[in-house]
Nanobody
Framework: QVQLVESGGGLVQPGGSLRLSCVAS?????????MGWYRQAPGKQRELVAD???????NYVDSVKGRFTISRDNAKNTVYLQMDNLKPEDTAVYYC???????????WGQGTQVTVSS
């Protein structure tokens, strides 16, 4: 029912910036759901980076606070992750996530690679 398409990953030097986008299809604009970003580095578990509710309430993992900003456009069913002052430890595959509140379903994007290296 739901498909998530991600874009914006790539190679960047330490201190640089990237902007990730995720477009969701197959849902009504008025549905209640949370969208967010997770990441997984080689040899590590997948972790929540940031998420955002319909009302705009945001949540961030401590390691990215002050550097990353999550936002959403409900009319376009799109969530963004602005990543500034990137560090090598941010290197990972980033996955878009959508979680419905009423039906408690979880959907995932295919992942986009972010590499921070000099």
């Amino acid at each position: 029912q739901v498909q998530l398409v991600e874009s914006g990953g790539g190679l960047v030097q330490p201190g640089g910036s990237l902007r990730l986008s995720c477009v969701a299809s197959g849902r009504s604009d008025f549905s209640i759901y949370v969208m967010g970003w997770y990441r997984q580095a080689p040899g590590k578990q997948r972790e929540l980076v940031a998420d955002i509710t319909n009302g705009g309430h945001t949540n961030y993992v401590d390691s990215v606070k002050g550097r990353f900003t999550i936002s959403r456009d409900n009319a376009k069913n799109t969530v963004y992750l602005q990543m500034d002052n990137l560090k090598p430890e941010d290197t990972a595959v980033y996955y878009c996530n959508l979680r419905t509140i009423i039906t408690a379903n979880n959907y995932w994007g295919q992942g986009t690679q972010v590499t921070v290296s000099s």
